[in-house]
């Protein structure tokens, strides 16, 4: 009689993605997020290696930690697989932030946007399991679309009719989602994908959407806060400085491997009250101005009526508490130096 075979003991997972000391690899290093991901790995005694091809990021994001010991810089981009792969085998984790954000850039260049995440992500987290590291992959609030709120990790993804381009890039970062989680299992590596909220704070550009940035730079040059459709959609913010910290804390956390975990703020607020908020703090005499959708985005491009977290994961997985409240956010916006490369001028238009 032929006996069944017994299961094959699956290979240990390491406990977690991050663990004290590691070499980390952050791809797209010099980016709004990514760029405070490694001042907080740095904080934490890491070696840390930023890899950013500079299409979205800036060095002069790194100014602050440009000559720290432990901290490394090479431009190039991750969406080529041998740069991934070279990359991957000198780390112990990879936390991957590559990739092209911005609902003005995906309203412009859907395609454009989509590959771009499309094949960094590819490359990034394939390098990651032959090279039998750990990934922080980090996803999108975009893939619940427009679904019901708070959103929840466990619903499907709602990426949206292929028609408009809105969805494309949810799309990618959903089918991202699923590679990372296919390549860990077949690889045995642990994977945690995080998907971000809207997270703002110094060093975010106003150039391709990112309406906090952009509502700070107008209030500032006594520009018109522009505000998209009848300006009640809802979005809840959180200090990118709080999000670096719990990536970093899912990326150290067992119980986070294999899970999709939502990071953010669930403190809602329209962007009207947004707009004036940003005015009243800034002590600013700009009118607010409200703009109908069809003159900012092209015909089909939708906005998400609401967008608000199911913390539950994320507070049960590493206690968290966003610890600032939207009015310190904009305080502090208004306080730093402005250094946006976009002109003042150039925010009364779409863009
Ligand atoms: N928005 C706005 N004025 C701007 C830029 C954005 O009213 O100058 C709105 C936008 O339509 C959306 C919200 O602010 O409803 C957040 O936009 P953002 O681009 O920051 O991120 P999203 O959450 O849409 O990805």
């Known amino acids: 009689m032929l006996l069944p075979m017994p299961p094959r003991p699956s290979p240990a997972l390491p406990a977690a993605v991050l663990a004290p000391g590691m070499r980390v690899a952050v791809t ?34 790194l100014a602050a930690v440009a000559t720290h010991p432990r901290l490394r810089v090479t431009v190039a981009s991750v969406a080529e697989a041998a740069t991934a ?16 954000v911005g609902v003005r850039r995906l309203a412009d260049d859907p395609l454009g946007v989509m590959q771009a995440n499309q094949r960094s992500a590819e490359c990034g987290v394939a390098a990651a399991a032959a090279a039998r590291i750990g990934v922080l992959f980090s996803s999108s609030s ?15 993804v709602r990426p949206g009719v292929p028609e408009g381009p809105r969805g494309s890039y949810a799309c990618a970062k959903a089918y991202a989602e699923w590679l990372a989680f296919g390549h860990a299992a077949r690889a ?20 391709h959407g990112m309406v906090l940035p952009r509502f700070v730079q107008q209030a500032r040059a006594g520009l018109p806060l522009t505000v998209y459709g009848d300006g009640r959609q809802t979005r809840c913010f959180a200090h990118v400085g ?50 109908p959708l ?21 507070r049960a997985t590493i206690g968290w508490a966003p610890a600032r409240p939207m009015t310190a956010i904009v305080d502090e916006l208004l306080a ?16």
């Open 28 to 61: 797209g290093g010099a980016g709004f997020l990514g760029s405070h991901v490694v001042e907080e790995l740095l904080r934490r005694g890491h070696r840390v290696h930023a890899v950013d091809d500079l299409s979205a990021g800036s060095v002069q994001n």
């Open 85 to 100: 792969q070279v990359v991957c085998a000198a780390a112990d984790a990879v936390l991957h932030f590559a990739g092209v």
């Open 142 to 156: 975009e893939v619940y679309g427009r679904g019901r709120v708070p959103f929840a990790e466990d619903e499907p």
């Open 188 to 207: 045995g590596t642990p994977v945690v994908v995080a998907r971000l909220f809207n997270t703002v704070g110094p060093r975010q550009t106003g150039a």
């Open 242 to 291: 709080d999000v670096a910290r719990a990536l970093l804390d899912l990326a150290a956390a067992p119980a986070a491997v294999g899970r999709i975990v939502n990071v953010g703020s669930d403190d809602e607020i329209a962007v009207r009250a947004l707009a004036e908020l940003v005015r009243a703090r800034a002590g600013s005499r700009s009118p607010i101005e409200t703009m």
């Open 294 to 314: 069809a003159a900012v985005f092209p015909p089909g491009f939708e906005d998400v009526p609401r967008r608000v977290p199911a913390l539950a994961r994320l």
């Open 336 to 351: 730093v130096p402005h250094r946006d490369a976009t002109a003042p001028a150039a925010m009364t238009a779409s863009g």
